[in-house]
């Protein structure tokens, strides 16, 4: 690939401002110093900046605490969007599904548009759990009418799994990811969704992550998530 989109990819800089310091000799590959933006490099090569060395990185991999008040959107001019919590400098990254503004918890972010479309199409291999707290009363056969699906305008609900903790408390599992659909399927029951919490995704939990914190999944748990994108 060419040196600028390998520095513009993993560093603050444009690719003008590469220009420039290429212009200054600030930049080094393997040794030798660079002359121009178009100079192709590898992935592996040893590349410095000002003598410091910068590691490519083809994908990155994020699982994050969403908090309440972030927009799942790469940018929105009246509220804040969740790439503004997260400590990298690539421009290519999304999220995998979204998360409401008000609700909280476990949300991946990528730029391997692949393993995203994939876990998204691949929607009946990859459970989502939420925390719910809800007010109204929960009807007797709630987790059976969760079970059989419900028939909404766009799609009917594959089954769902309710754990009622609570009067006002419960861990609902879904694999689809419709639009606010846990809220909708709370509301087909009577009940109004008053916080939600995606507390696993695809078996990825919360654990050792505060809220708005996030980490960078070990490989193993990219391959494993690659396999469930891939079983569809
Ligand atoms: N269901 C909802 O209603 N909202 C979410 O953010 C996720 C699932």
């Known amino acids: 690939m060419r040196i600028d989109k390998f520095l513009a990819d993993m560093t603050p800089y444009s690719r003008n401002d590469i220009k420039k310091l290429i212009r200054k000799g600030a930049v080094a590959a393997d040794g030798q110093i660079i002359k121009s933006g178009s100079q192709q490099v590898e992935e592996d090569s040893e590349v410095t900046l000002f003598d410091e060395p910068v590691v490519y990185r083809r994908y990155e991999y994020y699982l994050m605490y969403k908090p309440a008040g972030y927009l799942c959107a790469n940018y929105d001019s009246r509220d804040p969007v969740v790439f503004e ?7 290519d990254l ?6 409401d503004k008000d609700a909280e918890g476990a949300l991946l972010i990528t730029n391997d548009g692949m393993l995203n479309h994939q876990l ?3 929607s009946h291999h ?3 759990k939420y925390y719910v707290e809800f007010t109204g009363e929960l009807p007797a056969d709630a987790a059976e009418v969760l ?10 609900s594959l089954p ?3 754990e009622v903790i609570d009067e006002h408390s419960a861990f609902l599992t879904i694999c689809e990811g419709r639009f606010h659909q846990v809220k ?3 509301a087909h029951l009577g009940c109004e969704v008053s916080y939600l919490r995606r507390d696993e995704f695809a078996s990825l939990t919360l654990d050792g992550l505060e809220c708005g914190e996030y980490r960078m999944l070990e490989e193993e748990e990219v391959a494993r998530l690659k396999q469930l994108g891939e079983a569809e």
């Open 85 to 91: 919590l997260l400590d990298s400098f690539r421009r």
């Open 94 to 99: 999304s999220c995998v599904g979204r998360l």
């Open 120 to 122: 998204l199409t691949a």
């Open 126 to 128: 990859v459970d989502k």
């Open 147 to 156: 079970a059989r699906g419900i028939v909404f305008k766009e799609f009917t």
């Open 160 to 162: 769902a799994q309710l």
């Open 184 to 186: 909708r399927m709370f």
